[in-house]
Nanobody, 121 residues
């Protein structure tokens, strides 16, 4: 069974930075699209950023220029560098994986525990 493990969250002041990591035990990200999602209290989960196997990235408009997604295939890890954080970025952040052409309509794995990001004003 594949487990997605997100880490790197925490409490940071507005304007600060965090780097999140997503790792998968029991599977490889190779060839697949990996996305970072977030869910704020009372809101639906939303896709924040994604990266395919060629390194092509896509971002939610609200985070463009502030967040950067990257992948290290050797470590089977995907990162989300978050800069210039503001309180609206407060949420639980998750990652998930999909096949090219099917992402994000069809995701391959169950959701992990996520990692909490809290930005204070």
């Amino acid at each position: 069974q594949v487990h997605l493990v997100e880490s790197g969250g925490g409490l940071v002041q507005a304007g600060g930075s965090l780097r999140l990591s997503c790792a998968a035990s029991g599977s490889s990200f190779s060839g697949n699209v990996v996305g970072w999602y977030r869910q704020a209290p009372g809101k639906q989960r939303e896709l924040v950023a994604s990266i395919n196997s060629a390194g092509v990235t896509n971002y939610l408009e609200f985070v463009k220029g502030r967040f950067a997604i990257s992948r290290d295939n050797a470590k089977n890890t995907v990162y989300l560098q978050m800069n210039s954080l503001n309180p609206e970025d407060t949420a639980v952040y998750y990652c998930n994986v999909g096949l090219p052409g099917l992402f994000p309509r069809l995701l391959l794995f169950s959701w992990g525990q996520g990692t909490q990001v809290t930005v204070s004003s």
